[in-house]
Nanobody, 116 residues
Framework: QVQLVESGGGLVQPGGSLRLSCAASGSIFSGYAMAWYRQAPGKQRELAAGITRDGIKNYATSVKGRFTISRDNAKNTVYLQMNSLKPEDTAVYYC??????????WGQGTQVTVSS
């Protein structure tokens, strides 16, 4: 069973940057499209960015041009580079499968707080 461990969050000032990592156990990682999701307080979880197994990327309108998703199949890891962060990016960030309704067990996520 795949386990997902997110890391790299923290407190950052508006305009700052963070790089999130998601390490997945299991050798089948490379066969899946993956995505970063985020959930702000009092809101539903939403897709932030996704990447197919072939490297095709898509982004939520709110993060396009500021966030970059990437993956390293050899390391079973998905990354999210976040630049020009805004207070509205504050959320818990999770990674999981993309383009499906069948998800892996959710990890604990990593908290991103953008505040001065």
């Amino acid at each position: 069973q795949v386990q997902l461990v997110e890391s790299g969050g923290g407190l950052v000032q508006p305009g700052g940057s963070l790089r999130l990592s998601c390490a997945a156990s299991g050798s089948i990682f490379s066969g899946y499209a993956m995505a970063w999701y985020r959930q702000a307080p009092g809101k539903q979880r939403e897709l932030a960015a996704g990447i197919t197994r072939d490297g095709i990327k898509n982004y939520a309108t709110s993060v396009k041009g500021r966030f970059t998703i990437s993956r390293d199949n050899a390391k079973n890891t998905v990354y999210l580079q976040m630049n020009s962060l805004k207070p509205e990016d504050t959320a818990v960030y999770y990674c999981n499968r993309h383009l499906t309704s069948t998800f892996f067990p959710w990890g604990q996520g990593t908290q991103v707080t953008v505040s001065s």
